[in-house]
């Protein structure tokens, strides 16, 4: 006997909602606010007792990473906590994120606001490469 099982509208919305909250999250050391990790940039220290930090695109790279939105207002709060030394071992060159920041921010084209989901990263997660 077959026999399926309706599933009320509550049921179905706290299903969707759980898929939301499956997502990885990551808090950025600017705002300090959650997010999902596509939302945010990862950050790395160039290591070889270099004190710069590097955007990772790919999110591959070796060595602890830290999480920041793709925005300026974030980039300044970060700078201005100095979060980088903490959440980096040290590292406090953050120029090359600056340039990283600035140049999706003139692609983006004067129409579009500088926001924080305008910004999304489009790289696959590790382990996602389905």
């Known amino acids: 006997m077959n026999v399926r099982k309706m599933l009320t509208v509550a049921e179905v919305l706290h299903s969707a909602n759980q898929h939301s909250e499956d997502q990885p999250q990551r808090t950025c050391i600017g705002c300090r606010k959650k997010a999902s990790r596509s939302e945010l940039l990862r950050l790395v220290a ?27 207002t974030c980039l300044a709060l970060a700078v201005k906590r100095r979060a980088f030394g903490r959440a980096l071992n040290g590292a406090t060159g953050a120029t090359a994120v600056e340039r990283w920041i600035l140049a999706g921010k003139q692609a983006a084209g004067p129409l579009q606001k500088s926001s924080v989901t305008a910004a999304k990263t489009v790289q696959p997660e590790s382990g996602s490469e389905n």
Do not use: N
Request: hydrophobic share 35%; proline share 4%.
């Open 46 to 72: 160039e290591g070889s007792g270099s004190t710069a930090v590097l955007v990772d695109e790919r999110r591959r790279m070796a060595g602890r990473g830290a999480w920041l939105h793709p925005s300026e």
